[in-house]
């Protein structure tokens, strides 16, 4: 599996990602600037946790417009596998390319914890190295990562089974609408989620409920 | 012309016998422009002219001391050609009048220190004090501050792990903020700030010069009284984003060898770097304020010299490199500017709009810079034995005391810091020192920031003496070899011989165990002045520390990690309850002497612990401070979520044995099978070492006294800081 990193200026999760990356892909990711019109040719394009282009507008919407983003779109509409990882889900977001927002974390502080989750959905390329209804837990780090959309779109994401990740009851560290902390697009190549799967890939760092996720792009896109 | 008159020099913070001494360095008056470069490089803040002379008394070498006090910060070689890179400075002032503001530039301009050295931050710590509880700004100060450290450290990607927080009334007026950067470089890549050689280009990267933070170094030189709030525009605002732009395109620019030297623009912003990166390569400099990228219009040369804009670094560069530089920079959407150039002629000339404007010896503004001798007094060290009332429940006065403000959890502040961005942290907040691992290798750096100013009140000497015995026991306690401190020296104003004499004292105790624990000062930072309607703070030396972990998979954590580890107690517990909390919290008394450090003891109990841990025996460590033994034991129960059964020693006296804040002692758990070895070892080294108890259950039970839930301990701990937090009503404290 090949895969790319974008690099926004103010990306800050670029290198966990990359190592993590290269740590269960066995291939180094190419790192893309976010000036950069096209995309390497990758299985997998992953966009990075940060502060984008500083986010003290909307966060993610000046991302959204950049160059690469564009050619991101492009071949995620042809069916190229894209992760965004907690800036890189409002992004995601923000680009249209996932339904809803990312809204100000209900207790308006940023909030840097582990969270226990629960794997929703396994028929997916990002998931099916987990269990259904497994929990895990994976760090959060944001200020913006109340996720809120309208109450048909919710019915939706929930009706086709694109709720991957949900926070556990009792651990919602945002205010989320139903708790829910990753979706996925239409086409189940997209997966936006609020929280780290890069940082819980080695035990020193206290878990590795990230690294099923990593294996399973391995897996799907070899 | 402005006319120089005594008004406007002592408006300047210049006494008039300074001014004097400028009109003899120049040889003739200075214009207005020069008088603002006079007075902030006079200033306090820049040229620490009260504590110079004291500050020589500092030990400052060690064969793994590679760069110490004097440059931007202190550099110490970690092995396999890795050096960490580190100091501690304060945004005291600017935090108190704007919070958020304050603190998160604070954070900038320490993170600038370190990646002006070549290294990539990896590391942010802070040391705060905060006034009493029901001061009415200081919930408004608590919240903003704690965003604005967050707020900048988030966005620049650089993991906040760890810090201090006490409250005390004397701290009402005059907030402390210390924050801390730790960096990582490669030992042959080491940039520093001297201006060698003459005719090289004069570089200006990063923000645009703005009217903000004009005379911030004056403002943080001076006392505090009741219109401080009209300071307000001396602050600066902080723009992470520009600064995350700028740390990445100065290390890429590093990675080339196009530099001769390089400054960041902190306190006195242009004035102060361009100065002393001239004093310190022996040259002079010309500088043409007309190229400097400008935020508004129609900026006086007195602005753009004394403006605190952030986000800027001076750079001297290599002659022809210029163009090289400027791709980088532009790549990364900075602003660029040759600004002058480098000269022989040992005079720091400043032109704008075609004239001259300031023409100054560069000695003048550097090596001439007042130092004074300043008169103080030391005060005797109070002795007293405190009384205390021997029949309080002994466990209703523990839950109190983990619940007290400054023992309760602090995790509603480190939430709000991003943690683990970077992916090395490997001891998150909470513990004895927060430990970072060195990126792609099994090496780490532990890391501590430590004083206690109570002590400090009651005995300067033996009181700074504790905060570096502390440090080098907190990094102990994690399985760290300590290496070396930055000091961060908080105390009120200089002028006043008892304040003086604090400072003295103090200096003296922190280079007593400098030298006693091979524990160098690499680098540091004085803020004084710290008074508000001349009302001191207690004397704050925070000492920030960092050490090696050879490897980081023998380490140790406090929390208790298995049933039936037998429980042991290294060092002697005589129970000083002297300015102990105990005392404060249940007894509501500041009173007593503070506990003093034997240094001899320090080093035989820490070797030893260490070499338990670095054997592989030991995992389970926490160093015994503030609160005393029964807190310790508390915090390693909470943080594994077990409990312990202990006896009450030997003591007959059961609340100065828990509560007593005697020095230089651990507590560890460890297999109860290795338990009467390790005593035996103990005895052979002559170190104190008792075994109190054993791990299990979920309570802390003390036989003869009584038992407390682990759940109840821990509810207690997490509730005060929310509580105080978000409620109009004060949770109550004792």
């Known amino acids: 599996m090949k895969s790319a990193v974008v690099v926004f200026p103010a990306s800050n999760c670029d290198r966990d990602a990359a190592v993590a990356l290269e740590q269960l892909t066995g291939k180094k990711p190419a790192m893309v600037w976010h000036h950069d019109s096209e995309l390497p040719d990758v299985d997998l394009v992953v966009l990075p946790g940060g502060f984008a282009y500083g986010d003290y507008l909307r966060c993610g919407a000046m991302a959204a417009q950049s160059p690469i983003m564009r050619d991101v779109k492009t071949k995620a509409e042809k069916g190229l596998s894209v992760l965004g990882i907690c800036n890189g889900f409002q992004v995601l977001t923000e680009a249209g390319m996932l339904p809803g927002v990312l809204m100000r974390n209900a207790e308006l502080k940023f909030v840097c914890r582990p969270v226990s989750l629960d794997v929703e959905e396994t028929q997916s390329a990002f998931t099916r190295k987990y269990e259904k209804g497994q929990r895990v837990s994976f760090p959060v780090a944001h200020g913006d990562g109340n996720y809120t959309a309208d109450e048909a779109t919710l019915d939706r994401l929930e009706g086709e089974g694109r709720v991957v990740f949900r926070y556990a009851p009792g651990d919602n560290p945002n205010g989320s609408a139903r708790n829910i902390a990753g979706i996925l697009s239409r086409k189940r190549n997209v997966l936006g989620l609020m929280p780290h799967p890069e940082r819980v890939c080695d035990a020193a760092l206290g878990g590795t409920d990230g690294r099923p996720l990593f294996e399973s792009l391995v897996e799907a896109l070899s | ?734």
């Open chain 2, 1 to 734: 012309m402005t006319e120089i008159t005594p008004q406007l020099v002592r408006e300047h913070g210049l006494s008039p016998a300074e001014y004097a001494r400028i009109v003899e360095l120049l040889g003739r008056a200075p214009n207005f422009v020069e008088l603002g470069i006079f007075s902030v490089m006079w200033s306090e803040h820049c040229s620490y002219k009260s504590t110079r002379a004291h500050l020589r008394r500092l030990p400052t070498r060690a064969p793994w001391v590679l760069q110490g006090p004097g440059e931007n910060a202190g550099v110490i070689d970690i092995g396999d050609g890795d050096v960490a890179v580190f100091k501690m400075e304060s945004h005291n002032h600017p935090s108190f009048i704007e919070p958020y503001q304050g603190a998160a530039t604070g954070v900038g301009g320490i993170m600038r220190d370190v990646f002006t050295m070549g290294a990539r931050p990896v590391a942010m710590m802070n040391a705060l004090r905060f006034g009493a509880p029901e001061h009415e700004k200081m919930r408004h100060l608590v919240s903003g501050v704690v965003a604005g450290i967050g707020g900048y450290g988030n966005c620049m990607g650089v993991p906040t792990v760890g810090g201090e927080v006490n409250f005390h009334p004397s701290y009402n007026g005059n907030i402390l903020v210390n924050a801390m950067c730790v960096g990582l470089a490669r030992a042959d890549r080491i940039f520093k700030s001297a201006a060698k050689g003459a005719g090289n280009p004069v570089v200006y990267i990063g923000s645009k010069t703005g009217r903000d933070g004009i005379h911030g170094a004056t403002m943080a030189s001076a006392e505090f009284s009741e219109d401080s709030q009209e300071k307000r525009p001396t602050v600066q605002v902080g723009d992470p984003f520009t600064e995350k732009l700028l740390l990445e395109a100065c290390l890429e620019l590093m990675a080339t060898d196009a530099i001769v030297a390089i400054q960041d623009m902190g306190a006195a912003g242009l004035t102060s770097s361009s100065a002393e990166m001239a004093s310190k390569g022996g040259s002079g400099i010309v500088l043409d304020l007309d190229r400097v990228p400008q935020r508004e219009e129609k900026m006086t040369a007195y602005e753009m010299l004394l403006s605190e804009s952030q986000e800027r670094m001076l750079a001297v560069l290599k002659p022809g490199r210029e163009a090289e530089a400027e791709r980088i920079f532009k790549k990364w959407e900075l602003d660029f500017a040759v600004i002058g150039t480098t000269t022989d002629t040992s005079r720091f000339v400043v032109r704008h709009e075609g004239k001259t404007v300031a023409d100054i010896p560069v000695h003048a503004l550097s090596e001439e810079a007042p130092v004074y001798q300043r008169p103080f007094e030391k005060r005797a060290a109070i002795a007293e034995e405190p009384a205390f009332d021997r029949t309080k429940p002994l466990i209703e006065s523990l839950v109190k005391l983990i619940g007290s403000p400054d023992l309760c959890s602090r995790r509603w502040i480190w939430e709000q810091y991003d943690w683990s961005v970077m992916a090395d942290t490997v001891q998150a907040p909470g513990g004895d020192a927060a430990v970072v691992r060195v990126h792609g290798t099994n090496k780490a750096l532990a890391i501590t920031t430590d004083v206690t100013p109570r002590y400090c009140r009651a005995d300067p000497f033996e009181g700074a003496k504790q905060a570096v015995a502390e440090a080098w026991r907190n990094l102990t306690a994690a399985g760290a070899r300590p290496l070396a401190i930055t000091d961060n020296l908080n105390f009120g104003n200089p002028e006043k011989p008892d304040i003086m004499g604090e400072i003295a004292s103090c200096i003296d105790g922190i280079a007593e165990v400098c030298r006693a624990l091979d524990f160098p000062v690499v680098s540091g930072n004085c803020s004084l002045y710290n008074e508000t309607n001349g009302e001191a703070i207690l004397p704050t030396p925070a000492i920030g520390a960092v050490g090696l972990i050879v490897d980081v998979r023998r380490m140790a954590t406090p929390a208790l990690k298995r049933e039936s580890d037998a429980i042991i107690l290294i060092g002697e517990t005589k129970g000083h309850l002297g300015q102990s909390l105990y005392l404060r919290e249940i007894e509501g008394k500041e009173n007593g002497g503070a506990p003093v450090v034997d240094l001899a003891a320090e080093r035989r109990h820490g070797d030893f612990v260490r070499g338990l841990i670095e054997s592989g025996k030991l995992d389970t460590v926490h160093d015994v401070s503030d609160g005393g033994l029964l807190v310790a034991l508390t915090e390693m129960a909470m943080g594994g979520g077990m409990g312990a059964r202990i006896a009450r020693g030997d003591s007959a006296d059961a609340i100065p044995f828990c509560f007593g804040e005697d020095q230089g002692r651990y507590l560890f758990a460890l297999p109860a099978t290795e338990a009467d070895r390790v005593l035996r070892e103990a005895a052979r080294a002559g170190i104190p070492a008792i075994l109190l108890g054993q791990t299990g259950g979920d309570r802390i039970a003390i036989a003869g006294v009584g038992e407390v839930s682990i759940d109840a301990l821990k509810r207690a701990h997490e509730a005060w800081f929310p509580g105080y937090m978000s409620n109009a009503e004060l949770p109550p404290t004792n």
